[in-house]
């Protein structure tokens, strides 16, 4: 098959589980005898050695580089992945995390030795609020998922102290997967809430809502610019409604790489939102490392923030306790790491910079889409911000081929799959983020992939039943996967 993809091919390593890899007395490490006496175990110790692999250190060192090199990555090529905002991370900020004085530093370290370190939490801090048009902010949420339990308990803790506990929170169908979990997590039921047929919040919906809850309402939380990838453009007359009964706005920020330095979400009438550092702000992420997901608010939020908060009193960096505070959302401060890469994301771009991410992450989205559409049926016809949604629907008119097919296939062409099926608005989705950081070359060499496929498939010559084939592992069973794991090697039948 011809690719477009040039880095497609090339060696491939195959590796099975380390297991595999032992023999029986080899070791990869010596340690001098010890002069301490050996302890027999008590009975609450191990009675039998652990089955660990016996393997040299090269084994070990082969085993893990050869697993490191299938892991796709955004340094290995595009990363189409919507939702996800995979864009490169400049390596300027991975040097400056691993400063020895930002990465030694100790939470607990007396504030006089680690006035730097408070300073850049603080200078964060008040650099996120300013972008979004709040007033204060934290950096203590480890994700996007924890801030925005984090900003719903803020919502809580609010209506507690003014008026009492309210139950519900309104969803619209458009809002993210984590938000209704989040909900309950901070102790209030979801109501959603139905989008208009453009894919937008109506403020009929939420007037309607309100005539049937009232000040039963805690919040509204939207994802804006939504999972479809259109901005909320009733947005500031729904926070109005809302806040006529009390009610607060609450928003997703995980995309907010559509908006820097174009709206401010403070100007929409948001009284709460939370950001995705890892995302938007520099932090190589999608292997499970660390992230953080700062939450911004309105003054009248500020008071229950979580402890410890970061405060500057003439010139001093020292560290303070709100009385009314929710309380900790994650150990110490936050992830710190994650917080010096987006500081200096941050003061590198400036604000003109920013704005330039954002211009250009829309205008790459709006490029594909553009290129795509002729191949493709477009799963809003609404302008896209910073990703595009593709339907199969014309892919299965014309052959039933359907878009976990489509998605195999790309892999074959050397990329990760975008997401698919969520959007849930749109049937057979395919959601595509190709961010600022991709050249117009790779966008193109990507929407050529995607043409192919459509090409192929229009003209019969393909069903991409089989893909994918040139991976390790080609199509797997997913439905045996999720109904019988393998957990352990006396599971496997090789
Ligand atoms: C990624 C994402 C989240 C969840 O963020 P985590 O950091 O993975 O917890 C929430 N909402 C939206 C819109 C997202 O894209």
Redesign the pocket.
């Known amino acids: 098959m011809s690719t477009p993809n040039k880095a497609a091919l090339g060696i491939a390593l195959r590796e099975d589980t380390i297991f595999e890899r032992s023999a029986s007395g080899r070791i990869g490490f010596e340690l001098p005898q010890t002069s301490v006496p050996l302890k027999k175990p008590t009975s609450k110790g191990r009675q039998k050695a652990a089955e660990l692999p016996e393997v040299s250190e090269l084994q070990v060192v082969r085993h893990f580089t050869r697993l490191s090199s299938w892991n796709y990555a955004i340094d290995l090529g595009t990363f189409p992945l919507g ?3 995979m864009k490169y991370n400049p390596r300027i900020n991975e040097e400056l995390a691993a400063l020895p004085g930002f990465c030694d530093v100790h939470p607990e370290l007396p504030v006089d030795f680690c006035q730097g370190s408070l300073k850049l939490i603080y200078l964060l801090e008040r650099a996120l609020a300013s972008i979004v048009g709040l007033d204060a902010c934290t950096v203590q949420p480890a ?6 339990f984090t900003g719903l308990s803020l919502i809580r803790a609010f209506h507690e102290k003014h008026g009492g506990h309210r139950k519900y929170v309104l969803i619209p169908d458009s ?5 209704p979990a989040s909900c309950i997590l901070a102790g209030y039921e979801a109501i959603p809430l139905k989008v208009g047929k453009d894919g937008f919040m109506t403020v009929e919906s939420v007037e309607e809502a309100i005539s049937k809850y009232g000040r039963d309402i805690a919040a509204l939380m939207t ?1 804006n610019p939504n ?1 479809l990838g259109v901005f909320e453009q009733n947005i500031s007359q729904i926070a109005e409604v809302l806040h006529g009964i009390g009610a607060q706005l609450c928003m ?1 920020g ?2 907010m790489n559509a908006i820097l330095g174009i709206a401010k979400p403070g100007d929409m009438g948001v009284d709460v939102m ?1 950001y ?1 550092l ?2 938007t702000f520099s932090t190589p ?1 999608g292997g499970g490392g660390p ?1 953080s ?1 700062p939450v911004a608010c309105r003054s009248h939020l500020a008071p229950f923030l979580p402890n410890p908060r970061v405060v500057e009193r003439n010139g001093v960096y020292q560290v303070e306790h709100l009385p009314d505070s929710i309380g900790k959302v994650k150990g110490a401060f936050g992830n710190f790491g994650v917080m010096v890469r987006a500081l200096a994301y941050i003061m590198n771009h400036g604000s003109s910079g920013l704005r330039r991410v954002s211009t250009n992450a829309v205008i790459n989205a709006n490029y594909l889409r553009a290129r795509l559409q002729k191949h493709y049926r477009l799963g809003t016809n609404t302008p896209h911000f910073h990703e595009c949604v593709l339907s199969d629907s014309k892919q299965i008119e014309d052959n039933g081929v359907k878009t976990i097919q489509i998605a195999k296939a790309l892999m074959d062409y050397g990329y990760h799959p975008p997401t698919v099926y969520f959007p849930l608005t749109v049937p057979g989705a395919m959601l595509i983020e190709p961010t600022e950081t991709e050249s117009l070359q790779e966008l193109d060499e990507l929407a050529d992939a995607f043409l192919d496929i459509a090409k192929k498939i229009e003209s019969k010559e393909e069903t991409f039943e089989k893909s994918p084939i040139k991976t390790f592992v080609g199509k797997v069973d997913e439905v045996g996967a999720a109904r019988k794991p393998i957990l352990s090697l006396d599971d496997r039948t090789l």
């Open positions: 939702s996800c905002t994700a996007g998922a924890v801030g925005e809002a993210h997967g984590t938000n994802t999972t997703d995980a995309n939370q995705n890892h995302k992420h992230g997901g």
